[in-house]
């Protein structure tokens, strides 16, 4: 009942959590307006319950709203126990459960990992989230991690039973110039 309460949580705190992120730019230039747009489990539906290894559907791109184009970068971050995050963002393919970033999508616009974060890529713009276009999701599964030890996970469930992912997102106004944190609208 609980680890049912905990993922129901989980996604709802996720979902309300990334829901209208912008980003603020220098007063010389044109500021970028990123949307979020996550697709997971309607308020009200219930969460399956996971165990380590199992996944469940979500998604999450991002639309720029702005007048110039972007780049885009975001970091994923998660409740983590030994040093091992508990939650895994990525896609589920027929090879397995691949990371965010991890691999490349032969049309030419893919997400990829860098060190701490993972960046949107575009062979046809340079790199830059045109205005009013949709990057590919980020992610499209949440996995719980299969390496997770069923105590540890017990144990974290007692302390925080409500546990969620972070993206923290950020704007490079057309590639140039200082990272921009996002922050939610006022």
């Known amino acids: 009942m609980r680890a049912g309460r905990l993922l129901t949580a989980l996604v709802l705190a996720l979902l309300a959590g990334l829901w209208g992120l912008c980003f603020v730019l220098g007063p010389h230039e044109e500021p970028a307006e990123i949307q979020v747009v996550a697709v997971g489990s309607e308020d009200g539906e219930s969460a399956p319950v996971l165990q380590p290894g199992d996944a469940t559907d979500s ?85 719980l991690n299969a390496q997770i030890d069923p105590e540890a996970l017990t144990a974290l469930r007692d302390i925080s039973p409500q546990q969620q992912l972070y993206v923290l997102a950020q704007a490079q106004p057309m590639g140039e110039g200082p990272w921009q944190e996002a922050i939610p609208p006022a």
């Open 59 to 143: 998604s999450l791109s991002f639309v720029n709203n702005g007048l110039t184009g972007c780049k885009l970068r975001v970091r994923v971050c998660g409740p983590q126990i030994d040093g091992k995050p508990v939650l895994e963002a990525g896609h589920i393919r027929s090879e397995g459960f691949l990371e965010s970033g991890s691999t490349e999508d032969g049309g030419g616009e893919y997400w990829t990992a860098k060190g701490a974060y993972i960046y949107y890529k575009n062979s046809r713009t340079d790199d830059l989230l045109p205005p009013g276009r949709e990057t590919p999701p980020l992610y499209t599964a949440v996995r």
